[in-house]
Antibody, heavy 119, light 108 residues
Framework: QVQLMQSGGGVVQPGRSLRLSCIAA????????MHWVRQAPGRGLEWVAV????????AYADSVKGRFTISRDNSKNTVFLQMNSLRAEDTAVYYC????????????WGQGTLVTVSP | EIVLTQSPATLSLSPGERATLSCRAS??????LAWYQQKPGQAPRLLIY???NRATGIPARFSGSGSETDFTLTIGSLEPEDFAVYYC??????????FGPGTKVDIK
């Protein structure tokens, strides 16, 4: 069955960096686009970034553009989110999610990992 | 940016009742809207895509309708496991995919 297993969250000071990982299993990873979506505590969902199935293209929300980088290693079935220059407002649960048939909807999600940006 | 507005913010119903949730877009998004269900401490689950298509494994009591700017998610007869928060999401405005603020369906 499809599984997305996340790691890499934690507490970090403002201005520092953190990298999230998401390992996929149960499907042909190199044929699916992948996304990151986040949810601030007690708040709604915010799309963060997308990467094409082959890594050839990426796109970002304006709120993270220039600070976050999405990448993937298809040989390891893994998608990453490198987060630099972190701010308090980046505090959230971060989810990786699979793109449903190139639709830009999200059909499978990771379990989520909490990133807390605090002095 | 396309803004999605959901109403009501909270819907208090009893098991067996029908739930009708609304999502309105600030401009036309054709049929490119999805609905997700999220329970506390869990990731969202895709219910409906392209306004009216049920995702794999979603029970028939969930149905979606609408186009352009007005969309509805209907839960035909609420089961105990349906009490959750529901979000709509548009994918028209590339790459600024946006979600609505959510509707909480709780037990009356």
């Amino acid at each position: 069955q499809v599984q997305l297993m996340q790691s890499g969250g934690g507490v970090v000071q403002p201005g520092r960096s953190l990298r999230l990982s998401c390992i996929a299993a149960g499907f042909t990873f190199n044929t699916f686009g992948m996304h990151w979506v986040r949810q601030a505590p007690g708040r709604g969902l915010e799309w963060v970034a997308v990467i094409w199935y082959d890594g050839s293209n990426q796109a970002y929300a304006d709120s993270v553009k220039g600070r976050f980088t999405i990448s993937r290693d298809n040989s390891k079935n893994t998608v990453f989110l490198q987060m630099n220059s972190l701010r308090a407002e980046d505090t959230a649960v971060y989810y990786c999610a699979r793109d449903y048939r190139d639709s830009r909807y999200f059909d499978y999600w990771g379990q989520g990992t909490l990133v807390t940006v605090s002095p | 940016e396309i803004v999605l507005t959901q109403s009501p913010a909270t819907l208090s119903l009893s098991p067996g009742e029908r739930a009708t949730l609304s999502c309105r877009a600030s401009q036309s998004i054709d049929i490119y809207l999805a609905w997700y269900q999220q329970k506390p401490g869990q990731a969202p689950r895709l219910l409906i895509y392209d306004a009216s298509n049920r995702a794999t494994g979603i029970p028939a009591r969930f149905s979606g309708s609408g186009s352009e700017t007005d969309f509805t998610l209907t839960i035909g007869s609420l089961e105990p496991e349906d009490f959750a928060v529901y979000y709509c999401q548009q994918r028209t405005n590339w790459p600024r995919f946006t979600f609505g603020p959510g509707t909480k369906v709780d037990i009356k």
